[in-house]
């Protein structure tokens, strides 16, 4: 009994899709030079970088301080810090038990070191009175200089011997508690200062960014908002200064001990807003601000060894992994051509375009958003071609099932396609899903692996639909594959429906 084919909707216009997608390439390949991104970055197990540890700091009587919930605290704000750098698959640890946890930072590439400075200050930040303040170089009229008034005879000693010209009188300890009268250095040891109690706090500021004053003279500064404490606090002090002589109408900004700028305050500043100025640098006014914006750690870090970690290992993995994933592609191709024949062929174009558009994203993501390519990265891609290659086997075996139900090939391509494209959307979106959950709670490289792994087989759907299937819809008007050739993988014999002849 002959089965009749029923008409079967058109599959759209191939050359159309297959014209968008060709058009897409080219498009992303002139990105690609157009920006300069012509290099992927690898991450840190690849090509080395920078790693350091960080041992918190016990002070007398503050051993108490250094507990698992504190160290945890400042591994959360350490690592919001760096990712706020755009800095990607970098990572942030705790190690040990006890008092003797440390936190190890290991970076990426050459900014390591900027990365290192950045998240180990405490970021504790004052605004306090000016007392007084004078030369950072101690000379003899110092100590016959008038003390401050209401400032204790010790604190008169210890600002008179002050030198800020001493690199360790520079280094800031950000240990000062708010309620004392501390002697500091300003960042550049030019000058010391004698600054009152601190009255508004880092904890009150709710937002701060880095910006550029172009009307004066193109300096860098930080913005700050303060929060509704802050605001209250940051007012009445403005207000209080004001009408002070010189230096006690200044309000000296600290920083981790060391201060940054001090301002004369000529009227009071209700509105809650403040700017950081200190002839900053861009990155020196951007690191301020991301460390502001993520709070103070709650405790005090001392730098341990920093090392530089070496690349060569990272080579030979990753010369290991391109040759894994090379071995993986070659077979999935050849066992396409092999058990498929000419209709392997769209296997072969299919992880081509795939590859091609995977190659031109990594480039593009990591000159966008810091995208850096590790080995777990590299894992998440090998593991995709075996998600990629079922798409492929879904559809090729329903098209085979319809033939054998007595449909024509052009027949068989279009109602083989309405019941495969359900499948591949259902096998894909769960490894979307499994790719996000990784993503957003994991940390460190299985997040580069759930990161590859979910672009990869995005890039899947997309060549599904706008490659493989309107490639397939072409081939099937093709005689070659129509009429089925041997070679074509639609032959009796490759669908399995040759019946033996009667002795």
Same mark, same amino acid.
């Given at each position: 009994?002959?089965?009749?084919?029923?008409?079967?909707?058109?599959?759209?216009?191939?050359? #159309?899709?297959?014209?968008?997608?060709?058009?897409?390439?080219?498009?992303?390949?002139?990105?690609?030079?157009?920006?300069?991104?012509?290099?992927?970055?690898?991450?840190?197990?690849?090509?080395?970088?920078?790693?350091?540890?960080?041992?918190?700091?016990?002070?007398?009587?503050?051993?108490?301080?250094?507990?698992?919930?504190?160290?945890?605290?400042?591994?959360?704000?350490?690592?919001?810090?760096?990712?706020?750098?755009?800095?990607?698959? $970098?990572?942030?640890?705790?190690?040990?038990?006890?008092?003797?946890?440390?936190?190890?930072?290991?970076?990426? !590439?050459?900014?390591?070191?900027?990365?290192?400075?950045?998240?180990?200050?405490?970021?504790?930040? #004052?605004?306090?009175?000016?007392?007084?303040?004078?030369?950072?170089?101690?000379?003899?009229?110092?100590?016959?200089?008038?003390?401050?008034?209401?400032?204790?005879?010790?604190?008169?000693?210890?600002?008179?011997?002050?030198?800020?010209?001493?690199?360790? +009188?520079?280094?800031?300890?950000?240990?000062?508690?708010?309620? *004392?009268?501390?002697?500091?250095?300003?960042?550049? !040891?030019?000058?010391?200062?004698?600054?009152?109690?601190?009255?508004?706090?880092?904890?009150?500021?709710?937002? &701060?960014?880095? !910006?550029? *004053?172009?009307? %004066?003279?193109?300096?860098?500064?930080?913005?700050?908002?303060? +929060?509704?404490?802050?605001?209250?606090?940051?007012?009445?002090?403005?207000?209080?200064?004001?009408?002070?002589?010189?230096?006690?109408?200044?309000?000296?900004?600290?920083?981790?001990?060391?201060?940054?700028? =001090?301002?004369?305050?000529?009227?009071?500043?209700?509105?809650? +807003?403040?700017?950081?100025?200190? =002839?900053?640098?861009?990155?020196?006014?951007?690191?301020?601000?991301?460390?502001?914006?993520?709070?103070?750690?709650?405790?005090?870090?001392?730098?341990?060894?920093?090392q530089q970690v070496s690349p060569t290992l990272g080579a030979d993995q990753l010369n290991a992994g391109l040759l894994a994933g090379a071995l993986g592609l070659g077979l999935v191709m050849i066992y396409s051509l092999l058990y498929y024949r000419g209709l392997?062929?769209?296997?072969?174009? $299919?992880?081509?375009?795939?590859?091609?558009?995977?190659?031109?994203?990594?480039?593009?993501? %990591?000159?966008?958003?810091?995208?850096?390519?590790?080995?777990? !990265?590299?894992?998440?891609?090998?593991?995709?071609? %075996?998600?990629?290659?079922? $798409?492929?086997?879904?559809?090729?075996?329903?098209?085979?099932?319809?033939? #054998?139900?007595?449909?024509?090939?052009?027949?068989?391509?279009?109602?083989?396609?309405?019941?495969?494209?359900?499948?591949?959307?259902?096998?894909?979106?769960?490894?979307?899903?499994?790719?996000?959950?990784?993503?957003?709670?994991?940390?460190?490289?299985?997040?580069?692996?759930?990161?590859?792994?979910?672009?990869?087989?995005?890039?899947?759907?997309?060549?599904?639909?706008?490659?493989?299937?309107?490639?397939?819809?072409?081939?099937?008007?093709?005689?070659?594959?129509?009429? %089925?050739?041997?070679?074509?993988?639609?032959?009796?014999?490759?669908?399995?429906?040759?019946? &033996?002849?009667?002795?």
């Amino acid at each position: 009994m002959s089965t009749t084919n029923k008409p079967i909707k058109s599959g759209g216009r191939p050359g #159309r899709s297959l014209a968008i997608l060709t058009l897409v390439l080219i498009a992303m390949t002139s990105l690609v030079f157009i920006q300069g991104a012509t290099s992927i970055r690898l991450g840190l197990d690849l090509r080395g970088g920078t790693s350091v540890t960080l041992q918190p700091r016990i002070a007398p009587g503050e051993e108490g301080k250094i507990t698992s919930e504190s160290i945890d605290q400042a591994v959360s704000i350490i690592r919001q810090r760096v990712n706020s750098l755009g800095v990607a698959e $970098s990572e942030v640890a705790a190690q040990g038990s006890g008092t003797n946890r440390q936190i190890v930072i290991s970076v990426p !590439g050459d900014t390591g070191r900027r990365v290192v400075e950045l998240v180990g200050q405490t970021a504790e930040l #004052r605004f306090r009175q000016v007392l007084a303040s004078a030369s950072g170089i101690p000379t003899t009229a110092d100590a016959a200089a008038t003390p401050a008034v209401g400032v204790s005879a010790d604190v008169n000693i210890k600002f008179a011997a002050l030198d800020c010209t001493k690199a360790e +009188n520079r280094q800031g300890t950000g240990t000062d508690l708010p309620t *004392d009268v501390i002697v500091v250095c300003d960042r550049a !040891g030019a000058t010391k200062y004698i600054l009152a109690p601190a009255e508004v706090l880092g904890r009150q500021i709710s937002k &701060a960014s880095a !910006g550029l *004053d172009t009307q %004066g003279g193109s300096a860098w500064y930080v913005s700050l908002t303060f +929060n509704d404490e802050g605001t209250s606090a940051f007012g009445a002090l403005t207000n209080r200064v004001t009408s002070l002589p010189e230096p006690t109408n200044q309000v000296a900004i600290v920083l981790d001990g060391l201060v940054v700028s =001090s301002p004369r305050i000529t009227e009071a500043i209700p509105s809650g +807003n403040a700017q950081i100025t200190g =002839s900053f640098t861009q990155l020196e006014a951007q690191d301020l601000a991301n460390v502001l914006k993520y709070g103070a750690l709650p405790l005090a870090f001392d730098r341990g060894e920093v090392q530089q970690v070496s690349p060569t290992l990272g080579a030979d993995q990753l010369n290991a992994g391109l040759l894994a994933g090379a071995l993986g592609l070659g077979l999935v191709m050849i066992y396409s051509l092999l058990y498929y024949r000419g209709l392997g062929l769209v296997t072969v174009g $299919s992880l081509s375009v795939a590859g091609g558009l995977i190659y031109l994203l990594f480039l593009l993501l %990591g000159k966008w958003i810091g995208f850096t390519l590790t080995l777990a !990265g590299i894992a998440g891609a090998i593991v995709a071609i %075996g998600v990629t290659a079922d $798409s492929f086997i879904i559809y090729f075996e329903r098209i085979r099932d319809e033939m #054998r139900e007595g449909r024509s090939l052009r027949t068989a391509v279009e109602t083989g396609w309405t019941r495969a494209r359900r499948t591949i959307l259902v096998a894909d979106f769960v490894s979307l899903i499994a790719a996000t959950l990784l993503y957003f709670f994991a940390v460190g490289g299985v997040r580069g692996f759930a990161f590859t792994l979910g672009l990869t087989t995005l890039i899947d759907l997309v060549v599904v639909f706008v490659f493989t299937k309107p490639l397939v819809t072409v081939l099937s008007r093709v005689a070659f594959f129509n009429s %089925g050739h041997p070679l074509s993988g639609f032959s009796s014999k490759s669908l399995g429906t040759i019946v &033996a002849k009667e002795a």
